[in-house]
């Protein structure tokens, strides 16, 4: 009997140590974003660029602790039928159970009582991420949901005729699915909006996959070990030695770009935190970001935006925005467009989401006289904008060789310049980055202020692009 009792604490070790040996392997994969992706593949045909933003802000932004707060908050919008809750469901469910809390509905002011620090004192929000499925408009946009989004909450409410102050200790990072809800701008600054794949073609894989499975009675199931591995992450501080490289290649047309490039660069952290078991630590306990992250970054962001702006729009602001872009010369009334070619919505909604895009300095409006000679507002594209004009942000390496950076030979990196087929979109790309100054001997490019070449630097450019056999190699 006592020979039992030793044993126990024994086996109790050895389970302890290879349940941690199994965690480390998992975590010090090379490949671990991938591998968290593709396990995603049992249960989820296609929407690879949505999983990635998920995970990343999900698994990789509740580590991180220099970070804007709202910085890794998603709203998942499209319409209803194209699966946004189970999405976001299966992508979360390889999180920690003690850090994932799930709500299929909720009051505008419960968080003012939920987790208050008076009742648990112990409790944080700082490491957990809350999904709120199909949320209304009404609470998406409620004073109280707002603040949570941006930081804890802490409130002043009336209890039995007496003044109580309850407080709310941290902020989880909140993944929220809507069809229907339209968030203003001040609540687009806290959330980043993220949109499915609802092609005929994505239906069509779908219904295959269901058929395979029923044929062959599969029935999926995650593995259990990588969930087990990402318990052992924990909180970080991310320093990105290259970030002042970074900046003269984001658009500064809107000031929600104050906002937004914070963001990207929380992204980078995120996937530092993620692949912590891999990266290294500076003299003062940071966590040292690298190529690999800014590639995770980059591609989570292209998916994000949209448009050469960079704002966030929901599914119904980029039909009517392709719209314009289809017919870049089309202009009219809310009247007008909610009778022909915008009838998905009601005049009132169309209304509300025109003056968005007008705010957003993508659309521009003018007052004119009607038939009936009266004053009315027509909507147009501003001439600033240029249809189809895509954002293009450089991969890492593209940036090491604009800045003269070190690149990080030994971890791979997403598409470079080599890989764009149509030399008319290298050129472009390569004007693009090319707004960055030359480097100056002892001056580093990063204190340079981006300017505009010159026309006949532009000419010097292009005639080296074209006959230069190095950069032909890019």
């Known amino acids: 009997m006592k020979k039992k009792e030793e044993e126990k604490p024994q086996r109790t070790k050895e389970f302890i140590e290879k349940f941690s040996n199994?965690?480390?392997?998992?975590?010090?994969?090379?490949?671990?974003?991938?591998?968290?992706?593709?396990?995603?593949?049992?249960?989820?045909?296609?929407?690879?660029?949505?999983?990635?933003v998920l995970i990343l802000c999900a698994y990789g932004g509740r580590l991180v602790e220099n970070c804007q707060t709202a910085s890794f908050n998603i709203?998942?919008?499209?319409?209803?039928?194209?699966?946004?809750?189970?999405?976001?469901?299966?992508?979360?469910?390889?999180?920690?159970?003690?850090?994932?809390?799930?709500?299929?509905?909720?009051?505008?002011?419960?968080?003012?009582?939920?987790?208050?620090?008076?009742?648990?004192?112990?409790w944080t929000w700082n490491g957990k991420v809350l999904y709120l499925e199909d949320i209304s408009e009404s609470i998406l946009n409620h004073d109280v949901f707002k603040v949570m989004c941006s930081s804890g909450s802490s409130a002043s409410i009336v209890i039995d005729k007496k003044v109580v102050d309850l407080e709310i200790i941290g902020k989880p990072v909140i993944i929220v699915t809507t069809a229907t809800a339209t968030p203003t701008p001040e609540l687009v600054r806290r959330f980043v909006i993220l949109n499915l794949?609802?092609?005929?073609?994505?239906?069509?894989e779908i219904m295959k996959r269901h058929s395979e499975f029923r044929k062959k009675g599969i029935i999926p199931e995650i593995n259990k070990k990588i969930r087990n591995a990402m318990q052992f992450l924990n909180p970080v501080k991310v320093k990105i030695k290259f970030a002042e490289s970074i900046y003269p290649h984001f658009p500064i047309k809107n000031i929600i770009m104050r906002t937004h490039y914070p963001r990207f660069l929380d992204f980078i952290s995120a996937s530092t935190g993620l692949h912590q078991f891999q990266r290294t630590q500076d003299e003062e306990g940071f966590y040292l970001?690298?190529?690999?992250?800014y590639d995770i970054a980059r591609e989570c962001f292209l998916k994000l935006c949209s448009n050469r702006y960079?704002?966030?729009?929901?599914?119904?602001?980029?039909?009517?925005?392709?719209?314009?872009?289809?017919?870049?010369?089309?202009?009219?009334?809310?009247?007008?467009?909610?009778?022909?070619?915008?009838?998905?919505?009601?005049?009132?909604?169309?209304?509300?989401?025109?003056?968005?895009?007008?705010?957003?300095?993508?659309?521009e409006t003018a007052e004119k006289i009607n038939p009936q000679n009266k004053?009315?507002?027509?909507?147009?594209?501003?001439?600033?904008?240029?249809?189809?004009?895509?954002?293009?942000?450089?991969?890492?390496?593209?940036?090491?060789?604009?800045?003269?950076?070190?690149?990080?030979t030994n971890i791979p990196t997403t598409t470079s310049l080599?890989?764009?087929p149509n030399k008319k979109d290298k050129k472009d790309l390569f004007l693009e980055?090319?707004?960055?100054?030359?480097?100056?001997?002892?001056?580093?490019?990063?204190?340079?202020?981006?300017?505009e070449p010159t026309e006949k630097e532009i000419k010097e450019i292009l005639t080296d692009f074209e006959l230069n056999p190095e950069v032909e190699k890019i």
């Open 22 to 52: 199994e965690a480390k392997e998992i975590l010090k994969n090379s490949k671990l974003f991938e591998d968290l992706v593709a396990e995603l593949d049992k249960e989820i045909v296609g929407e690879i660029e949505a999983r990635k």
């Open 75 to 122: 709203l998942v919008n499209d319409v209803s039928g194209v699966g946004k809750d189970y999405l976001s469901s299966k992508c979360l469910q390889l999180l920690p159970p003690q850090n994932f809390i799930k709500k299929t509905r909720i009051s505008g002011t419960v968080l003012n009582y939920w987790h208050n620090a008076e009742e648990e004192p112990w």
């Open 197 to 204: 794949d609802s092609s005929k073609n994505q239906t069509f």
């Open 289 to 293: 970001a690298t190529g690999q992250d």
């Open 310 to 363: 960079m704002i966030p729009l929901t599914i119904n602001q980029k039909k009517i925005l392709q719209i314009f872009e289809d017919s870049p010369l089309i202009e009219g009334t809310v009247a007008h467009f909610n009778s022909t070619s915008m009838n998905f919505m009601s005049d009132r909604a169309l209304s509300y989401n025109l003056s968005l895009l007008s705010q957003y300095g993508i659309l």
């Open 375 to 408: 004053t009315v507002t027509i909507y147009r594209l501003c001439d600033s904008y240029k249809p189809n004009q895509k954002i293009t942000i450089p991969t890492y390496e593209e940036l090491c060789r604009i800045a003269s950076l070190p690149s990080d």
């Open 418 to 420: 080599s890989s764009i």
């Open 433 to 451: 980055v090319a707004k960055v100054p030359k480097r100056e001997v002892g001056v580093s490019t990063c204190n340079i202020p981006a300017k």
